[in-house]
């Protein structure tokens, strides 16, 4: 089916957004970020960025930046310095600590890291950090009960579990090492890219891009236990999955291939049944494109997904009944590289960072229809990762990968 594909108008950026309040902290300070914006703010906007040069990024950023949000605004009040590439962030369910991966090569040091922030009002406080075992931890998430952490590490096929203290500091892990390839030239190894943990806290399902497949361990527990295996079509790349929040779907995201994978789910046993396959592309799309992040409105009803090389979102229906997609039409992100995007929690809008083109994009959204409109959009240098927090804001990570 030809999905008609709808560019908004690219408005020039508001003058004022041009002049919102920039914080930084010393590297070597333990305290909070300190800030020049409002102590108390509808919403927070965490973002997570690149800070350093990599093979398939500029990194240009400072840290994770705290955004103000109110109305149609979006103020910078915070900067947390001192932690290279935080390329993924996830909130505590209680929304008082922000857990952020730390994106290292080889080259940098002997593993990545996984770092703990108290959240102390528009600012973060450094707790403490693990090492995550393997390179480029792209994905870090938490269980319902606030005592499990959960990273995986693109490179070196590694997860890992950590035990959380009720202060929020993060324990010593315990990692698991996953083996395996594909057919693509990108999966030469297995690359985990994302470790969800299902709405009852009772499984993780980790999507590894590099073996097409879904695994699902009990998601709580001393050692790593496997309950369900999926594999995937040869060299679809899976990266990221989300639940349905009112009925047992779970949409898959495959990168490689460019396809929402949709799968009826047990919750007894953690094993997914298929029930079809939606590309996220146009019919007869000529360029290279590679899926990135997917997202549902609060309600359920509509699914959006990113493409990078494309720089659009697409829109589908969600038919619960059945398990079935309707694509509906696809929007400029109005940037490039739209690797991470989020959904505010009230449905009435979505935020889309775009990596290259140093922006992050507001688009409303029709209620009825699950269209988009294109609205504001600010500058911000390099950003990858978004999460809403704090007050009126949803209790649960969202963000992107590598």
């Known amino acids: 089916m030809k999905i008609p594909f709808t560019f908004l108008p690219f408005f020039l950026l508001l003058w004022w957004c041009c002049s919102s309040c920039t914080t930084t902290v010393d590297d070597a300070s333990d305290a909070a970020a300190a800030s020049t914006g409002p102590s108390t703010t ?36 915070s900067t947390r310095t001192g932690i290279v590439n935080p390329s993924y962030l996830c909130l505590s369910p209680d929304q008082k600590y922000l857990y952020a991966v730390s994106e290292l090569g080889p080259d940098v040091d002997s593993t990545g890291y996984v770092y703990s922030y108290q959240v102390a009002g528009d600012s973060l406080v450094l707790l403490n950090r693990q090492p995550t075992f393997g390179f480029a931890p792209c994905y870090v998430s938490v269980h319902p009960s606030g005592k499990w952490l959960y990273v995986a590490n693109y490179v070196g096929g590694v997860i890992v579990r950590y035990p959380l203290a009720t202060d929020g500091t993060i324990a010593a892990g315990q990692p698991l090492t996953l083996s395996g390839q594909g057919p693509s030239s990108r999966q030469e190894s297995s690359h985990p890219h994302s470790a969800c943990v299902s709405p009852d806290g009772k499984w993780v399902m980790v999507a590894d891009l590099g073996t097409d497949i879904v695994h699902t361990y009990a998601a709580e527990g001393p050692t790593w236990k496997e309950v369900s295996k999926t594999t995937l079509p040869a060299g679809a790349g899976p990266r990221h999955l989300v639940f349905h929040p009112e009925v047992p779907l779970v949409f898959v995201l495959n990168e490689l291939s460019n396809t929402v994978a949709v799968f009826q789910y047990d919750a007894d046993t953690g094993a997914l049944t298929s029930t079809g396959a939606w590309s996220t592309l146009p019919d007869n799309h000529p360029e290279t494109s590679l899926a990135a992040d997917l997202h549902l409105t609060p309600d359920g009803k509509f699914l959006y997904a990113s493409n990078r090389g494309l720089n659009s979102l697409a829109s589908f229906r969600v038919e619960t009944a059945s398990g079935q997609l309707v694509p509906l039409r696809q929007t400029s992100t109005q940037g490039s590289i739209p690797r991470n995007f ?23 959204i029709d209620a009825a229809t699950g269209a988009l409109e294109y609205t504001e959009l600010w500058m911000v240098k390099t950003p990858v990762c978004l999460v809403f927090g704090g007050d009126g804001s949803r209790k649960s990570e969202v963000g992107s990968g590598k």
Do not use: C
């Open 42 to 77: 509808t919403d927070m906007l965490w973002i997570g960025t690149y800070t350093r040069k990599e093979g398939h990024v500029n990194g240009l950023a400072a840290g994770i930046y705290g955004m103000a949000t109110a109305g149609d605004s979006l103020v910078e009040v």
């Open 342 to 364: 989020t959904i505010h929690p009230s449905g009435k809008y979505l935020l889309v960072a775009n990596q290259n083109t140093n922006s992050v994009v507001r688009f409303n």
